[in-house]
């Protein structure tokens, strides 16, 4: 039995730069299967990082001859590339089984498979069990009934199964398999941030959220629950991947890095280690979660980590409030203080086109933005992500006007507001990048900052015309 995953070509979201993260989802399912049937031969095709175009991947299907074809989807302006992949592998070979996953998958399972009759089966949900166990039932002739988790197809019918329960500890899980893709770990770089040479990798420390932000996907994705590897777990797969890989700056995926003393004690294990001081880390907070550990962030700083994605939102406390945020706009100016002095680079989201939005109240968002003054800001548009309340309430009223998923990256407006078209709501999009980063003052500070990941953003806007790529979006 031969399983091959597939991380298919896609184009890189602009903003983002020249970035290359190695295929986090199916390393990390992939060694568990490998770890869990080691009869089963386990490759990853990485078509970015090892230049494999479309025209190429069928014949590569065709020489290598799996068993199984699985792709993932990680967002779902990507749906439509997994479907595509699937689509090649079966006719390069009929009788492949085709499996998919992820988060856009997961939330509209049987929808996908009437949808898609190139898609076999889709892992709903957490993946590694449901995806091994699906793969021990074709190796073993079974029926995929049983496999929990599992949205087959039987020939014209679609088969939903029970639900999956969660894995109740992350630490059992193995380290994530970079070894899998050994051949391109070199090449998985995000150089905006840290120049094309320094190799870039994902950590998993957790799992879901506590909180049940409305426009989230993860939350829902993860019933609900929030699981965490201990510190000392997370600090050995970091230490792993430096020292095996060379991998020297780290991505903790968390979705909610979360407040107590979890940021102290994994800063604490870090340092144990004593790793060089090339070694970086990158993670998400909440705004009142950095205030609640602002003392420990001059540690955190000594062990490495080096920039913070927080999720500002909005300056509204209704629109905050409609989002079940659970924040106040002040606490924005205090996490992103508390951050700039200790040197750490400071990224805020901040999302505009609420069903309530103005072209006043957007004016507002910009004003608020300008006075916050983070190192760098990235707007998005309220996009209505299927397994989201968002989106529950978006088609029940009929607000959805743009139904592409390839548009659904937070950058093309799909829907208006109550008082803004859509191709409105896009144009106030540009007037906020525009607003921040068009002005000389700003662009400079930001060029010569004497934070280095300040600089090489700054500089990585100026050369790749960013506010230019951004006009053409309408």
Known sequence: MKVLFVEPPKEVWFIMGEYLPPPYGIIQVGAYLERELPDVEVEILDCNAMGVEWEDLSMYIIKTNPDIVASSSL?????????????????????????????????????????????DAIVQGEGEVTFTELVKARRDDTALSE????????????????????????????????????????????????????????????????????????WRHWCGKWRLKTPSRIADEMEYIYKEFGIKFIWLTDDNF??????????????????????????????????????????MKRAGLQWVLIGVENPSTSTLEHYNKGIEPSQAFEAIQALKMNNIFTQAMIIIGDRQDTHKSVAE???????????FVIYSVLTPFPGTEV????????????????????????????????????????????????????????????????????????????????????
């Not at 929990?148 to 679609?158: F, I, N, Q, S």
């Not at 806007?461 to 230019?468: F, S």
Request: aromatic fraction near 12%; charge should be neutral.
């Open 75 to 119: 967002a779902a302006c990507n749906t439509y590339i997994t479907a595509k992949t699937l689509q090649i592998a079966k006719k390069a070979k009929s009788t492949v089984f085709t499996v998919t996953g992820g988060v856009p998958f997961s939330a509209v399972a049987k929808e996908s498979l009437m949808r898609y009759p190139e898609i």
């Open 147 to 218: 496999v929990d988790g599992l949205t087959y197809r039987e020939g014209d019918v679609v088969h939903m199964n029970h639900e999956r329960q969660l894995i109740d500890d992350l630490n059992n899980l193995p380290f994530p398999g970079y070894h899998l893709v050994h051949d391109t770990v070199h090449k998985y770089h995000f150089s905006a941030m840290t120049g094309i040479k320094v190799p870039f990798g994902f950590v998993e420390g957790s799992r879901g959220c506590p909180h049940r932000c409305t426009f989230c996907t993860q």
């Open 258 to 299: 979360g407040a107590g003393d979890r940021g102290v004690e994994l800063a604490e294990e870090l340092l144990k280690r004593r790793l060089g001081e090339d070694f970086l880390w990158f993670t998400q907070m909440r705004c009142d979660d950095v205030v609640s550990i602002k003392d420990s962030l001059p540690k």
């Open 365 to 375: 968002v910009r004003r608020f933005v300008s006075e916050l003054d983070p190192d």
């Open 391 to 474: 989106y529950d309430e978006a088609k029940a009223n009929g607000w959805i006007k743009d139904n592409n998923l390839f548009n659904y990256d937070m950058a093309h407006a799909v829907m208006g507001t109550e008082t803004m078209t859509m191709q409105e709501v896009q144009e106030e999009l540009y007037k906020c990048y525009n607003s921040f980063y068009g002005g000389w003052s700003r662009r400079l500070k930001g060029m010569f900052s004497n934070n280095e990941l300040k600089r090489r953003v700054y500089w990585h806007m100026a050369r790749r015309g960013i506010l230019t790529q951004l006009r053409t979006l309408f």
